[in-house]
């Protein structure tokens, strides 16, 4: 699909995405230098320390592509466990020079994401491709989510602002179709469309073994119409939270022909 027939979720640019980095890696930095790195997030393999690792193995899936080599991708969802974990343990050193690297790189990724052209696009993970403004977006959403998890691993506040779980989610209906469950059904028809404050109405369509998210039609047979803040549909996506927690952060179905089946959405996703 190209440029001039794809609509985001919600519009964003290379300013407001250079502002919400710098804060969320000062932020990452700051909190990871504090923490405990023994701590774990329950629920999560990784202690504190193996997550800042990893984190800076994201920064050199970057400097891979600014030096024009390429990086170790996932060709299924599954794959991307092993990868993380092998490029983790081969990253680990202490966590000051983790982070003295991490903050050397800034620079050179700062750059690149400024001069990309608009209609830049790169192969990511499980044949997703991404945008000049969803590559950006990427790096974000590693900055937030995993200093999320350092933060509760040792129990201390981090907020994230719904905008910036707003932008997560663009990424998330951007790249989401490319994690669909390899060899699910071909029968399987379900269209659910979501009501996200402060983005446009779109949907999520899988059938024919394949999943469509954009822009809502007039014409689109809804299945199930969601309602629910940005921030619990990124969770709920990612499999942070199952539809019970998704409910208790705000969840709802407020339409549709078979508003049941919404129930079945989650399911059809590899957990990314």
């Known amino acids: 699909m190209n440029d001039t027939e794809y609509i985001p979720l919600v519009d964003t640019d290379r300013n407001e995405l250079r502002d919400r980095i710098g804060e969320a890696r000062q932020r990452f930095c700051q909190l990871a230098r ?10 999560l393999d990784w202690n504190v320390h193996q997550v800042i690792a990893h984190v800076l193995c994201v920064a050199h899936r970057y400097q891979a592509v600014i030096a024009g080599r390429d990086f170790r991708r996932a060709v299924y969802p599954r794959d991307m466990d092993q990868i993380n974990q092998e490029e983790m343990l081969a990253a680990m050193a202490p966590i000051p020079e983790l982070l003295e690297e991490l ?10 994401f400024d001069d990309l052209p608009d209609n830049y696009e790169i192969e990511l993970h499980c044949g997703a491709m991404g945008s000049a403004i969803v590559v950006q977006i990427n790096w974000l959403f590693d900055l937030i989510l995993h200093g999320e998890d350092i933060a509760r691993a040792v129990g201390v506040p ?11 989610l663009r990424e998330g209906m951007e790249l989401g179709p490319a994690y669909v469950k390899p060899g699910i059904s071909r029968a399987i028809d379900l269209c659910v469309a979501f009501e996200i ?11 024919d073994g394949i999943a469509e998210a954009r822009e809502r039609r007039p014409n689109d ?21 199952g539809v019970a927690g998704a409910v208790r952060s705000g969840l709802r179905i407020v339409g549709g022909r078979r508003p049941w089946k919404a129930m079945k959405l989650q399911s059809c996703f590899e957990r990314i």
């Open 34 to 43: 504090s923490a405990d790195p023994n701590a774990r997030r329950q629920g």
């Open 103 to 112: 903050e050397t790189l800034e620079p050179m990724m700062d750059a690149y």
């Open 158 to 168: 981090w907020k994230i602002r719904e905008r910036d779980m707003l932008l997560l």
């Open 197 to 207: 404050p402060d983005a446009r109405p779109y949907v999520l369509h899988i059938h």
């Open 221 to 241: 047979r809804v299945d199930a119409v969601l309602k629910a803040p940005a921030s619990t549909m990124v969770r709920l996506f990612l499999k942070r939270v």
